[in-house]
């Protein structure tokens, strides 16, 4: 289970930061702008799967080691 935390949060972090990154470079990367009802949400989505990401890292730090 730490494992797929620990996946799923780098997931959220990388998806995050692509999304940042193409706010404000204009590169097509990541998947927040490509969903319809974030239109002109888009910054706020991605600082939320940054903080995701790092919800599910303590998460994962959290969990016993297996």
Not at 55 to 60: G, N, S
């Given at each position: 289970m730490k494992k797929l935390l620990e996946?799923?949060?780098l997931l959220a972090v990388l998806q995050g930061v692509m999304g940042l990154v193409h706010e404000?470079?204009?590169w097509n990367l990541g998947l927040?702008?490509?969903i319809g009802f974030l239109d002109g949400y888009e910054v706020y989505a991605s600082?939320?799967?940054l903080a995701l990401g790092g919800?599910?890292?303590?998460?994962?730090e959290s969990?016993?080691?297996e």
């Open positions: 996946f799923l949060g404000f470079t204009d927040v702008q490509r600082v939320a799967l919800a599910l890292f303590a998460a994962a969990r016993e080691s």
